[in-house]
């Protein structure tokens, strides 16, 4: 390395990162109200203590962990909303679940495999835990699925083979089911009516037909959540907002 360094004006208004590297910095003072504060990482010689390099970054410490746990909750209700699958989706489903327990030419394993084997021929993606209406859902359709078999082929069929019970082998032989599948499912929803699934290629272009449409009647748009679940948007009449609008990608 040549020395010395020169420091910009950045780095030289600038508070030294207590001679650690940048990884193991510990901001002591998360949480503070207040703007931007500038922090720098010297590199010298253990030597002579001459600085060979220096480096200088601004951190915005507006928000406070408060505020940072808030809008955490915030997200996972968006996204909690956003999974939830409609009505008319849970009922495509069991319909799904009652057909292929009853066709007999299914040799299911377990209801495991009925049950995501219905969510695979809706083009409905399966759930996660950490999406907890969504997964509720998936908890009482695998119930439902239990039921179904039991009934149609009774408690002691070769559906209650447990060896295999996280498998995911689809069978989809079936015409009926085959007809089913299609390309990406998305909904639109409006606090106190249904939900309607609506035609798009990708979720950017059912977002812009939907934006374009709440124009054309003057009202305004504002997106406030975008993310591969889905979008959330408020509707602004005089610049406030007066009606929430979620758009759910499913598939």
């Given amino acids: 390395m040549k ?23 510990i901001n002591k003072d998360f949480g503070k109200k207040r703007k931007a504060h500038n922090h720098k990482f010297s590199v010298k010689s253990t030597k002579t203590g001459q600085t ?3 480096a200088a970054i601004a951190e915005d410490k507006s928000m406070k962990f408060k505020d940072y746990l808030i809008r955490e909750a915030t997200e996972s209700k968006i996204l909690d909303n956003l999974t939830e699958l409609p009505d008319s989706v849970i009922s495509e489903i069991k319909k799904l679940i009652k057909f292929g327990a009853k066709d007999l030419t299914q040799n299911w394993e377990n209801a495991l495999e009925l049950c995501n084997t219905a969510y695979k021929v809706s083009n409905i993606k399966l759930p996660v835990p950490a999406h907890s209406k969504s997964w509720k859902q998936y908890t009482e359709l695998l119930k439902f699925s239990v039921h179904e078999l039991a009934d149609a082929r009774g408690l002691d069929g070769d559906w209650r083979q447990t060896d295999k019970i996280y498998k995911e082998n689809y069978k989809i032989d079936s015409p009926m089911l085959l ?17 309607v699934e609506v ?53």
Avoid: C
């Fill in 52 to 54: 060979y390099w220096v």
């Fill in 199 to 251: 035609e798009g290629d990708n979720m950017t272009e059912v977002l812009r037909e939907l934006v374009n449409k709440f124009k054309r009647h003057g009202a305004g748009v504002d997106i406030i959540h975008r993310s591969q679940e889905g979008a959330v948007i408020h509707v602004l009449r005089k610049g406030e907002p007066v009606e929430e609008v979620t758009i759910q990608e499913l598939s």
């Fill in 179 to 195: 007809e089913k599948i299609g390309g990406k499912r998305y909904f639109v929803k409006i606090p106190g009516q249904m939900s």
């Fill in 3 to 25: 020395g010395p360094a020169k420091e910009n004006e950045l780095a030289k208004k600038s508070k030294e990162m207590n001679g650690k590297i940048p990884s193991q910095y």
